[in-house]
């Protein structure tokens, strides 16, 4: 199950040190033949079953990782020995914690859909080398749309008079709803990097939310029942020594999007809304101009600097200019409904003719679009124009890159196939 990785990927992080003096980003889109599949490796199935909620056969398979290399292996265990003297002393007494490997995991939809990839660790104790734990990577995006997602929805919001910068420091909450869980990378990710980040995520599925944690390492003391209390009545230890700092400001509910943010009280600074079921298609009540949902949407977003964000496959009415249809949208069920779905958040979330903006940006590699609608966004200049919020954009996004240190450039995922709508 737990194969040496590759050989033949020095290239690669040679190409990766030559370009930008970043840490490496072992998401890089370079390595994504390692987990994408081929008819010489179709990777190994770890978990499969059918979903009772829409979804198909759902499933988890395990491709090896070429990084982090060997060499960097002893770091992470002398972290992890830390961890344990600092949060729970008498664990060690079982030995020590030690990596096994690295894998990529694919949760899958029918075979076919590709919903979400995350990067696992796999560690077990010296004495009980029976037991494996595994923890996703955090840092480790390897999907594009989901670097888009995060690029444009922080530049964003940081341009509308929110002190991003505070909550990275963990001096102020910034609180995030996540609709659609995957594998979970996502909000991982925002919890990680944004020390005052309060992040809620809702999956409908439980075979969804059951893979993320049992396949994939997604903490399970992160996820809560309906009343909101902790679902895993006991934390283990290794959860603790993992998660501990992350996992209390992650809420993980089983729940149908719709009734959720019905019921929900809360006010969000950002939504992230990444819904695809089985069929690869966005339900329409999830977009409808005229939706319970979308109503309530709106009521939940912050009324100074609430920032959607929204995965959506592309097709011509978002990326051709000239009118032109793509190849690619005979298979790709939502594509022709992707300007519907952007005039519908943009109306209801703006009100028509509000105040506040929308755009789209194409992303890289892969047929998707990022959708967002930002409130507060200073549309008075008179400079208001496509390139005046593209230069603002930028300019927020290289200092977002200094701030956070991250792997990849924002940059690189707001410029292109920028689209006001």
Not at 208 to 226: D, E, N, Y
């Amino acid at each position: 199950m737990w194969r040496r990785a590759r050989a033949g990927y020095g290239y690669l992080r040679r190409f990766s040190t030559a370009v930008r003096q970043r840490l490496e980003d072992e998401g890089n889109w370079l390595y994504s033949s390692e987990w994408w599949g081929s008819d010489f490796d179709d990777g190994h199935t770890v978990l499969r079953a059918t979903s009772g909620k829409g979804n198909g056969v759902v499933s988890v398979v395990a491709y090896p990782s070429s990084r982090p290399s060997r060499m960097q292996w002893s770091g992470m265990e002398r972290w992890l020995q830390k961890r344990c003297e600092e949060l729970h002393p008498g664990y060690g007494d079982g030995g020590k914690l030690r990596i096994l490997g690295y894998q990529w995991r694919v949760l899958r939809f029918n075979d076919v859909t590709r919903q979400s990839t995350a990067k696992v660790m796999a560690t077990y104790r010296e004495n009980m080398p029976g037991d494996v734990y595994l923890m996703q990577q955090p840092h480790c995006l390897a999907v594009p749309y989901v670097k888009s997602m995060v690029s444009a929805g922080l530049t964003t919001i940081a341009s509308c008079n929110f002190d991003i910068i505070s909550a990275l420091q963990g001096k102020k909450n910034m609180h995030i709803l996540c609709i659609g869980h995957g594998g979970g990378s996502l909000p991982l990710f925002l919890a990680s990097q944004i020390q005052g980040a309060i992040v809620h995520i809702v999956e409908i599925d439980p075979l969804v939310i059951s893979a993320s944690i049992r396949a994939m390492g997604f903490p399970a003391c992160s996820l809560k029942t309906q009343s909101g209390d902790q679902a895993v009545t006991k934390t283990e230890i290794i959860n603790e020594i993992m998660w501990k700092g992350i996992h209390e400001r992650i809420n993980l509910y089983e729940a149908d999007a719709e009734e959720f943010i019905v019921n929900n009280m809360n006010i969000y600074d950002m939504i992230f809304v990444d819904a695809y079921d089985g069929d690869d298609i966005f339900p329409h009540k999830l977009w409808g101009p005229d939706s319970t949902f979308l109503k309530a949407l709106s009521n939940r977003l912050h009324p100074k600097h609430g920032t959607v964000v929204v995965n959506l496959h592309s097709d011509s009415d978002v990326l051709n200019h000239d009118g032109s249809v793509p190849s690619v949208e005979a298979i790709l069920p939502m594509g022709k409904y992707v300007s519907q779905v952007c005039g519908a958040y943009k109306d209801v979330l703006l009100g028509k003719g509000g105040s506040g903006l929308a755009f789209t940006v194409s992303v890289p590699w892969v047929c998707n679009t990022s959708l967002v609608v930002c409130r507060g966004f200073d549309k008075d200049s008179e400079y208001f124009n496509r390139d005046f919020v593209i230069n603002t954009l930028i300019s927020k996004s290289i200092e977002l890159e200094h701030v956070m240190d991250l792997p990849f450039s924002c940059l690189e995922y707001i410029k292109r196939g920028f689209f006001l709508v």
